[in-house]
T-cell receptor, first 113, second 115 residues
């Protein structure tokens, strides 16, 4: 079983709909992250959380919100999806110390029509 | 402002030869550098890293070189194998206030190793 699990793996939705992507981890890490990958743009940080009561905006947080329900769970919401939010989304975790090495989930592909 | 740059979008090499993947950075505060490998339909996985106090780190077929004065690092794969075909991301981290850190990624380079 994957240590970092994302659901759903694939989702097609329409403009204006509310979408939630969920992430759960069994690694026991305090830090969790949401990234999006777009062709030619690499991985960009949306939000991150260093513990249950900590939420921080990343470089592209507009149009997104997050909830850290527990140490093991970090969800990403699109309140009103738009087509340019079509992307591959990755959840990741890391330990508190060290280099910041990330452990990624398998990704959630979101298409907004 | 892109702080981690992978200027070549793709690289094709023959099996058995050396693959050299380059990465440049602009922020002198970065103190740790990592390479991630990503196969289609999978999440990125950690490959190798290097601290800014070193200039070389080797792990099997993979070696990362760091040139701090040039703000440049490179990943060498020798010998290259078809299974190395993937997207490679360069990433960098710097200590934030409170000793936390997070990664900044480059755009990635697609490596194709021809049999």
């Amino acid at each position: 079983d994957a240590d970092v699990t994302q659901t759903p793996r694939n989702r097609i939705t329409k403009t204006g709909k509310r979408i939630m992507l969920e992430c759960s981890q069994t690694k026991g890490h305090d830090r969790m992250y949401w990234y999006r990958q777009d062709p030619g743009l690499g991985l960009r940080l949306i939000y991150y959380s260093f513990d249950v009561k900590d939420i921080n905006k990343g470089e592209i947080s507009d149009g997104y919100s997050v909830s850290r329900q527990a140490q093991a769970k970090f969800s990403l919401s699109l309140e009103s999806a738009i087509p340019n939010q079509t992307a591959l989304y990755f959840c990741a975790t890391s330990v508190n110390q060290g280099s910041g090495e990330l452990f990624f989930g398998e990704g959630s592909r979101l298409t907004v029509l | 402002d892109q702080q981690v740059k992978q200027n070549s979008p793709s690289l094709s090499v023959q099996e058995g030869r050396i693959s050299i993947l380059n990465c440049d950075y602009t922020n002198s505060m970065f103190d740790y550098f990592l390479w991630y490998k990503k196969y289609p339909a999978e999440g990125p996985t950690f490959l190798i890293s290097i601290s800014s106090i070193k200039d070389k780190n080797e792990d099997g077929r993979f070696t990362v070189f760091l040139n701090k004065s040039a703000k440049h690092l490179s990943l060498h794969i020798v010998p290259s194998q078809p299974g190395d075909s993937a997207v490679y991301f360069c990433a960098a981290s710097r200590p934030e206030i409170g000793a936390n850190s997070k990664l900044t990624f480059g755009k990635g380079i697609t490596l194709s190793v021809r049999p």
